[in-house]
T-cell receptor, first 118, second 111 residues
Framework: DAGVIQSPRHEVTEMGQEVTLRCKPI?????LFWYRQTMMRGLELLIY????????DSGMPEDRFSAKMPNASFSTLKIQPSEPRDSAVYFC????????????????FGEGSRLTVL | RKEVEQDPGPFNVPEGATVAFNCTYS??????FFWYRQDCRKEPKLLMS???SGNEDGRFTAQLNRASQYISLLIRDSKLSDSATYLC????????????FGTGTKLQVIP
């Protein structure tokens, strides 16, 4: 299995530009997470999808951020317009969660997309 | 108060030493607990789950204290390759069983 695949690995852009980050989860996994990691705040959950449906987007900073999961094998996180404070590493993770089970499946992370907004 | 709190460190220890990290969580209804490891500029990876009775995996021992709401990770006979950031992870009960990461504790094992 190729694992969780994210692209791009690095993105440098100017303030005001649109940024689109992409994620392909592990085949067969039913849950997808977008996290943002900074030195100051660590790993923050932005949004969580289960069976392609957004379940919790309370971590999305503001309206400039949006995420979609049109099918089980693809998700995007979009920032428009981008700002310097959005600079961070954005991780996508997938998992197989069993309904009714108290044991969360292991989260498998992609290698991350390092975003720098100038 | 943060949902999951960890001492950021860094913990600088000599090779062969024993080192322990603690992590506290605020939600008493939390159900599942884990330790993840993150190497510098890499993604987090599962190190071990934490069970109520405590569990061991080689040189690593994890403990859970529900009464005091903390979990711990003990590393014996530290190796240089143990240098990393260790993330405490808590899964809460409720609607969709939210997974929350601590900010991590950095460990540096020194030759």
């Amino acid at each position: 299995d190729a694992g969780v695949i994210q692209s791009p690995r690095h993105e440098v852009t100017e303030m005001g530009q649109e940024v689109t980050l992409r994620c392909k989860p592990i085949s067969g996994h039913n849950s997808l997470f977008w996290y943002r990691q900074t030195m100051m705040r660590g790993l923050e959950l932005l949004i969580y999808f289960n069976n392609n449906v957004p379940i919790d987007d309370s971590g999305m900073p503001e309206d400039r951020f949006s995420a979609k999961m049109p099918n089980a094998s693809f998700s995007t996180l979009k920032i428009q317009p981008s700002e310097p404070r959005d600079s961070a590493v954005y991780f996508c993770a997938s998992s197989l969660l069993v309904p009714g089970s108290i044991l969360t499946g292991e989260l498998f992370f992609g290698e991350g997309s390092r975003l720098t907004v100038l | 108060r943060k949902e999951v709190e960890q001492d950021p460190g860094p913990f600088n220890v000599p090779e062969g030493a024993t080192v322990a990290f603690n992590c506290t969580y605020s939600n008493s209804a939390s159900q599942s607990f884990f330790w993840y490891r993150q190497d510098c500029r890499k993604e987090p990876k599962l190190l071990m789950s934490v069970y109520s009775s405590g569990n061991e995996d080689g040189r690593f021992t994890a403990q859970l204290n529900r009464a005091s709401q903390y979990i711990s990770l003990l590393i014996r006979d530290s190796k240089l390759s143990d240098s990393a950031t260790y993330l405490c992870v808590v899964k809460n009960s409720g609607g969709y069983q939210k997974v929350t990461f601590g900010t991590g504790t950095k460990l540096q094992v020194i030759p």
